[in-house]
Structures are given as structure tokens and as C-alpha cells.
């Protein structure tokens, strides 16, 4: 990783795809630190600080910014959520289907949409959050603040989202890797000192230890999954075309045994997270209100709320694999070009194949997932350490996976200059 940056900084178009990440990545860190309008901070440090595990979650995936009700306190979670949505509406909407499927027009036009639907997001979970500090238990975050201030708030929290999400799309566009990715990164990353330091604070040698042992373990294994291989041969015979005879060969196609990679945590963790912070903002704190047992009762650690991620975690991962990799699409392609599977038709039977082929591996991904993202929260209730969000298996599985997908990009770049710089020589 540190060759490739090397390599990269000695490109100057790479340097400055570089250098553009870090600024715009610098910026969303710097959002959150602006508070919002009219908020007291000496109650925010007495209060918000030591919140439930929901709010903690809530602020561990914004980078510290909802504890410091900031601009950015809603961080990138409303696009998130929006996206799902949409994702699931397009298999669904046949509307959506045509779009979907006009390439890049109709691509805009669903981004458009889900922009939209972030919007309207936002402005509902911002209204939301201003309930939840009005309440009697968070009373003097807004105190003698008057409708006008209200509104405000609302407004101001709902333009963070949309800037965060402005950025992450820059990111992606002009900078290096997926921009949604590496801001939900820098975000988890930017807790990471505060957790170390309250780990070696309130925990004794032995338990550090072990944590240290199952971070290193859980890193290798997110790493060798993420990398593993089937390799499907695939065998091209020899064909006339024109008065060109084309040479026939044996080769390859790799099927990734983690295919969605970090997406299915990214939805699981924000779909999930989502009605449950919904809940604890509308009740206002309240635990005895319908809405606040209902929060109270999901709560991040707890059976349910472990059982229902697992079970999220599973259902995207083939669902975002299915969008990927399209089996007939693939077998097609290769009856076309001459190729075959060896022992297989072509055409249904390829198709077919690959199929059973994918499904089975992505079964193992995606337990994987499940088991990594799982395992850390029951670690820590048997150890009693309560939730660390740097140390669960969520965040470095996001975090790991994040750093492999840019890296890997990072090295796609860099080969294809290099490749151009050999053509331009000869």
C-alpha cells in the first residue's frame, strides 16, 4: 500500500487526484466541528457525551460530529438509505427497469432521483433529531430557542447531508476511490485515538491482548476473503474472421468470493440504523414511550438488533452481487466470442453453471460477513467491555475494505500509465 502511494505521488496526475481527495476528506472532518446554530456546547459535553449506545453507534458513523451537533451531525446516512431504497425499487419498478438499463442517461436519472429522495430524507430525520434535543433530558442543547431557531437547525442539518453527499460524489468523480466509501472511512477512523485511549484507560493487559490478537485476526481474514479467487477456466477455439484466422487459448474468469465487498455492511448498518435512530429521536429520549422501547428494544449489541444485521448482511450481499454479475449475461458473451467452460454447453447450461457456481461462494461470503460484523459485539458482552465501535468487526470491516478497493484502484492507474509510457516509447 505505502509502494502504490509512493509510485502515485510521483505521478503528477495521480498527485493530484490524491491531493484533491485529502482536501475535499479535510473538509467533511472540518463540518464536523462547526456546530449548528444557537446550540450550547457545555451541554453538549455534559450530556450528549454520555448518551445511549444507539446515539454512540449514530456518532461513531459521523466521525464525532452528532456529539457535537454539528453541521454534518446526520453524516452520509440519508444517502445511504436513499440508495437502498432506490436499488430495491429498480428491481421492483419496471419504470425503473427501463432507466436502468438505457446506460448512462438513465443512470443519471435514477441519481437524480436519489438525490431527491435523500432530500426528503434528510429533512425528516432533521426534524426528527430537533425533537429529540427539545425533549425535557435535552432541554438546554436548545434552550429559549424560538420556531425561527427550530427551522434553522432543520434547514442547516439537512444542507449538511446534501453538501456530504456533494463531496462523496466529487470524490468518486475527480479524486480516487468510491468518495461515499472513503468518507464514512475517515469518519470511523477519526474515533479510532479516542477508542485506543479509553481501551488502555479502563482495560487491563490481558484484555488488551486478546483484543489485539483478534483485530490482527479478523484484519487477515477480512484480507484473504476479499482476495480469494474461483477460477472458472474457460477455453476459446479457433475461428476465421475475414481473412484473419484468430488463435484459440485457455484462460480464465475469476469469480470473487466477496463480490459486494463493504457495500452489504455499508446498507445493513445504515438501513438498520436507521429506524431505530428514528425512534430514539422522536421519542425524545423517553425509554417508556412506544417509540422509545421500540429503539430501546434493537439496540446495537442486543439479540435482536445482532440477528437482524446478520440477516441484512446476508440478503445484500447476494442481492448485491446479482446486480454485478449477470450469469446469462456472461454466457452470452462468451458463446459469442468463441469461448466455453470445459465439460459445459454453451449458453443455458454456461449460465447455469456460473450460477451455482456464484451462489455457492457467495454463501460463504457472505456468513463471512455476517460472523466478522457479529462476532466482536459478543466478544464484548462476554468480556463485558461494552460497545467499541473501532475495535468491531463493522468498522474494520469497512475500514479494510475500503483501504483494498483504493489501493487496488491506485494500482489499476498506475499500470495503465505504465503501459501507455512502454506504447509511447515504442
Known amino acids: 500500500m505505502l509502494g502504490a502511494l509512493g509510485n502515485a505521488w510521483r505521478v503528477p496526475e495521480l498527485r ?8 475535499l476528506i479535510a473538509l467533511y472532518r472540518l463540518g464536523a466541528f462547526v456546530p449548528l446554530p444557537g446550540i450550547d456546547r457545555e451541554a453538549i459535553s455534559s450530556q450528549l457525551l454520555n448518551s445511549n449506545p444507539i446515539t454512540g453507534l449514530f456518532s461513531a458513523f459521523t466521525g464525532g460530529a452528532f456529539s457535537n451537533l454539528a453541521v454534518f451531525s446526520l453524516g452520509i446516512m440519508p444517502y445511504i438509505t436513499a440508495a437502498i431504497v432506490i436499488q430495491l425499487l429498480t428491481v421492483a419498478i419496471p419504470r425503473l427497469q427501463e432507466l436502468a438499463k438505457e446506460g448512462e442517461t438513465g443512470q443519471q436519472k435514477i441519481t437524480q432521483y436519489t438525490r431527491y429522495f435523500t432530500l426528503a430524507l434528510a429533512f425528516v430525520q432533521s426534524i426528527a433529531m430537533v425533537l429529540f434535543f427539545r425533549s425535557g433530558q435535552f432541554g438546554d442543547v436548545l434552550g429559549g430557542a424560538t420556531p425561527i431557531d427550530y427551522f434553522v437547525v432543520v434547514i442547516t442539518l439537512t444542507t449538511g447531508v446534501m453538501l456530504t453527499m456533494w463531496l462523496g460524489e466529487l470524490i468518486t468523480q475527480h479524486g480516487l476511490g468510491n ?4 468518507i464514512i472511512t475517515a469518519s470511523i477512523m477519526s474515533r479510532a485515538p479516542q477508542a485506543l485511549r479509553s481501551l488502555f484507560e479502563d482495560g487491563d493487559v490481558l484484555t488488551i491482548v486478546v483484543l489485539a490478537l483478534l483485530a490482527v485476526m479478523i484484519v487477515a481474514a477480512i484480507v484473504f476473503v476479499n482476495e480469494g479467487q474461483r477460477r472458472i477456466p474457460i477455453t476459446y477455439a479457433k475461428r476465421q474472421v475475414g481473412r484473419r484466422m484468430s488463435q484459440g487459448g485457455t484462460t480464465y474468469l ?8 463493504v457495500i452489504p455492511i455499508i446498507f445493513a448498518s445504515s438501513l438498520l440504523i436507521f429506524p431505530v435512530v428514528l425512534g430514539q429521536f422522536a421519542s425524545g429520549g423517553d425509554q417508556d414511550s412506544l417509540l422509545g422501547r421500540f429503539a430501546l428494544f434493537f439496540t446495537p449489541g442486543n439479540a435482536p438488533y445482532l440477528f437482524l444485521y446478520a440477516i441484512l448482511i446476508l ?19 462468451l458463446r459469442k466470442s468463441g469461448g466455453y467452460v470445459p465439460g459445459i454447453r454453451p449458453g443455458r447450461p454456461t449460465a447455469e453453471y456460473l450460477n451455482s457456481v456464484l451462489t455457492r461462494i457467495t454463501l460463504f461470503g457472505a456468513v463471512f460477513l455476517a460472523v466478522v460484523a457479529v462476532l466482536p459485539y459478543l466478544i464484548s458482552g462476554v468480556m463485558n467491555l461494552g460497545t467499541s465501535i473501532f475495535i468491531g468487526g463493522t468498522s474494520m470491516l469497512i475500514v479494510v475494505g475500503v483501504s483494498l478497493d483504493t489501493v487496488r484502484q491506485l494500482e489499476s492507474q498506475l499500470m495503465m500509465r505504465n503501459y501507455e509510457g512502454f506504447l509511447k516509447k515504442r
Open 179 to 182: 468518495g461515499i466509501s472513503l
Open 315 to 333: 440478503m445484500f450481499t447476494y442481492f448485491y452481487t446479482a446486480v454485478q454479475f449477470n450469469p446469462i449475461e456472461h454466457a452470452d458473451n
Open 254 to 261: 475469476p469469480l470473487k468470493v466477496n463480490m459486494a465487498g
Open 16 to 23: 493530484q487526484k490524491l491531493m484533491y481527495t485529502a482536501m
